[in-house]
């Protein structure tokens, strides 16, 4: 359930924010984690909800 809800938080807050995210920026927003947004963009990458583009402070994530 936690991580349904999180899963939703996120894709809501990038759905309204029609722009390039970064992890940190979305954790900040949401009042979560930043490595537990991370983990939750990284297996949303698996599931073609997300993408990403860079490495490392360049690293920004997209809704696919």
Known sequence: ME?????????????TENRPHQAAAIARAINERTTKVRTELVLLEGLGVVYRTGK????RWYLG
Do not use: I, S, Y
Request: proline letters at 0%.
């Open 56 to 59: 490392t402070r360049a690293q």
């Open 3 to 15: 991580d349904t809800l999180l899963t939703e938080k996120l894709v809501d807050h990038m759905a």
